[in-house]
């Protein structure tokens, strides 16, 4: 049994165990892990910065290796791109804004690398809009505050790292009625939503998925 993808999914909070579970997943101890980090979907969100650069510095207190990759830097540049992801064992995806980060994705050529990348046996890794991308669809996120226009182009495909479509912050009182809504119109879509709660991660390696 192939034990790909390896995918690391989570709403927001990582704690120790956490942690663990990643390592063991990429199979390095934690500073031996070289991560490229795409913040992207914090572009169109207002007063982002401190909060990106706090959960930066999370993840480098860590002790993981971490190199920030803006793709607005890389349009035109594939071949570039492609080396520079190609080199880190993990591709981690931040949260923001749903629609913008598929559109950025797209637009950059960063859906096919990391398609690739994980096929070849990399981890991905994505916290909330990083997350929800990585299913099947982007449908139904706006019902989370998402306007599907902050995206100067539209695509309803998701990377299909996994059919699993990840709904974030189920339990978070700012986004939970949103996220509720998102979860039923998946469901009544066809799509099989799971909504994880802010502390908890679904770990996808091969055909086997767990929430720690």
């Not at 099947?136 to 990377?159: I, K, V």
């Amino acid at each position: 049994m192939s034990e790909f993808p390896r995918l690391f999914l989570y709403s927001l909070q990582l704690n120790e165990a956490h942690h663990r579970s990643f390592s063991e997943l990429v199979g390095k101890h934690a500073n031996n892990i070289s991560i490229g980090l795409i913040e992207n979907a914090a572009d169109v969100i207002p007063d982002s910065a401190g909060w990106v650069r706090d959960i930066r510095e999370r993840l480098r207190n860590e002790g993981y290796q971490i190199e920030a990759i803006d793709l607005r830097e890389w349009n035109g540049k594939p071949e570039a791109l492609r080396n520079l992801m190609f080199s880190k064992d993990v591709i981690w995806t931040g949260g923001g804004h749903t629609y913008y980060l598929n559109w950025i994705l797209k637009s950059s050529g960063a859906d096919g690398v990391i398609r690739d990348f994980v096929q070849a046996g990399r981890v991905y890794a994505g916290w909330s809009a990083g997350a929800a991308v990585a299913g099947p669809t982007t449908r139904f996120y706006d019902a989370m505050g998402d306007d599907p226009s902050a995206a100067p182009e539209q695509s309803w495909d998701g990377l299909g790292l996994t059919e699993i479509s990840i709904v974030p912050h189920i339990n978070h009182p700012d986004f939970r009625g949103g996220a509720l809504e998102t979860e039923t119109l998946l469901k009544t879509a066809g799509y099989i939503p799971l909504a994880l709660e802010d502390d908890q991660v679904l770990i996808i390696q091969g055909e086997k998925k767990w929430v720690v």
